[in-house]
Antibody, heavy 128, light 107 residues
Framework: QVQLVESGGGVVQPGRSLRLSCAAS????????MHWVRQAPGKGLEWVAI????????YYADSVKGRFTISRDNSNNMLYLQMNSLRAEDTAVYYC?????????????????????WGQGTLVTVSS | DIQMTQSPSSVSASVGDRVTITCRAS??????FAWYQQKPGKAPKLLIY???TLQSGVPSRFSGSGSGTDFTLTISSLQPEDFAIYYC?????????FGGGTKVEIK
């Protein structure tokens, strides 16, 4: 069965860095795009980043662009999120999620990125 | 960015009720649209994608409809395990965006 297990969360001071990890199992990891999605305490869901199955493309939310980097290690079935220059507003539960691979090319653009499996999440608290 | 607006923000209903939640996109997203269910302390769960396709394992009492800018999630007969928060998501373009959520509460 598909399993995604996040780790690396914790309490960090503003301006510092943290790296989150997501261990994937139960599916062919290198065949799927992967996402990070976050949820601030008591708030809704915010998509953070996506990485293509082969790592060839990455996209980010404007709120994290230039500060966060998504990466993956297909040989070890691992997904990462390097978070630099952390701010209080980055405080959230961070989920890794598998892309459903339901996308289709429509007029030269891929559409249809859905999140079909999620990890349990890891809490990142940015506070002095 | 495409804004997703859900309504209502909360709904009180009884077991057996029919419940309808709506979501509006700020621009035409065709059928590139999904619904998720989230229970307290748990990760979200994909219910419906491409506006009306039921994800494997999701009960048939859930259904989705709509295209363009207006979408609907219907629970035909609310069950105790359906009390949760429901989120919509556009899958048309980056950044992927979610609605603010609709909490389905026990009446």
């Amino acid at each position: 069965q598909v399993q995604l297990v996040e780790s690396g969360g914790g309490v960090v001071q503003p301006g510092r860095s943290l790296r989150l990890s997501c261990a994937a199992s139960g599916f062919s990891f290198s065949s799927y795009g992967m996402h990070w999605v976050r949820q601030a305490p008591g708030k809704g869901l915010e998509w953070v980043a996506i990485i293509w199955n082969d790592g060839s493309n990455k996209y980010y939310a404007d709120s994290v662009k230039g500060r966060f980097t998504i990466s993956r290690d297909n040989s070890n079935n691992m997904l990462y999120l390097q978070m630099n220059s952390l701010r209080a507003e980055d405080t959230a539960v961070y989920y890794c999620a598998r892309d459903s691979a339901r996308g289709l090319v429509e007029m030269g653009t891929i559409r249809g990125f859905y999140f079909d499996y999620w990890g349990q999440g890891t809490l990142v608290t940015v506070s002095s | 960015d495409i804004q997703m607006t859900q309504s209502p923000s909360s709904v009180s209903a009884s077991v057996g009720d029919r419940v309808t939640i709506t979501c509006r996109a700020s621009q035409d997203i065709s059928s590139w649209f999904a619904w998720y269910q989230q229970k307290p302390g748990k990760a979200p769960k994909l219910l419906i994608y491409t506006a009306s396709t039921l994800q494997s394992g999701v009960p048939s009492r859930f259904s989705g409809s709509g295209s363009g800018t207006d979408f609907t999630l219907t629970i035909s007969s609310l069950q105790p395990e359906d009390f949760a928060i429901y989120y919509c998501q556009q899958a048309y373009s980056f950044p992927l965006t979610f609605g603010g959520g609709t909490k389905v509460e026990i009446k």
